[in-house]
């Protein structure tokens, strides 16, 4: 498994450790390699420090379904439409509360 690009997004996080987005795309990386536990602890804590960053409340109640966490992802779903509402960001309520109904229809 190639870490090339994991390797290249923590040298410039390192470069500018408050960099919201490279947090992120690090996370993301982390779960395509099936580094899920780190993964997800970087998300959680993406979350809990900057909550205006709406797409990780996505990302994040996906891997909670994976983990099979599903009352957390429901709980993520809807904080995340909350802070989609602070920011004005329809797309991504609507993508929440989409994935919130699904998770709801598979109870």
């Known amino acids: 498994m190639s870490t090339d690009r ?3 997004l923590r040298a410039l996080l ?3 450790p408050g960099d919201v987005f490279l947090r992120y795309a690090i996370a993301l990386e982390l779960r395509r390699h099936g ?7 970087d998300l959680e804590s993406l979350v809990r420090e900057v909550p205006g960053h709406v797409p990780s409340y996505y990302q994040l109640a996906l891997m909670q379904i994976d983990l099979g966490r599903i009352d957390e ?6 904080a995340g439409m909350l ?25």
């Open 35 to 41: 580094e899920m536990e780190a993964a997800f602890r």
């Open 73 to 78: 992802a429901s709980r993520t779903c809807e």
């Open 83 to 107: 802070q989609s509402l602070v920011s004005g960001d329809r797309k991504a309520y609507a993508e929440l509360q989409e994935l919130g109904r699904a998770i709801h229809e598979d109870e």
């Open 14 to 16: 390192a470069e500018e």
């Open 6 to 8: 994991l390797d290249q």
